[in-house]
């Protein structure tokens, strides 16, 4: 079982990126999805999350109101749209697969590999 993120990039301040991640399991279409990042010398910090069915959706302060995650069970996949992107923003996006839709690493159980977004001012 696998996840595979893409879509990271470098872009100008201001600009936009779409994340993606998608499960090699139809199985995780039953699974809450997480977006977590890590900056340089920083603690992985929460991004988004999104429940199993879609419904629900949480977001960290700092990504409030630029950030979108969004799934597409049919694809196994889900997405993180970033508009408004800072220099702050610049970090290793990491997509994660759990039971809850929780703020916390912890509890999710299966990680991707990461992609680098890198926002220039």
């Known amino acids: 079982v696998q996840l595979q993120a893409s879509g990271g990039g470098l872009v100008q301040a201001g600009g936009s990126l779409r994340l993606s991640c998608v499960a090699s399991d139809r199985t995780f279409r039953n699974y809450a999805w997480g977006w977590f990042r890590q900056a340089p010398g920083k603690e992985r910090e929460f991004v988004a999350a999104?429940?199993?069915?879609?419904?629900?959706?949480y977001y960290g302060d700092p990504v409030k109101g630029r950030f979108t995650i969004a799934r597409d069970n049919a694809k196994n996949t889900v997405y993180l749209q970033m508009n408004g992107l800072k220099p702050g923003d610049t970090a290793v996006y990491y997509c994660a697969a759990g039971v809850h839709p929780t703020k916390s690493d912890y509890p999710y159980d299966y990680w991707g590999q990461g992609t680098l977004v890198t926002v220039s001012s």
């Open positions: 999104i429940s199993w069915s879609g419904d629900s959706t």
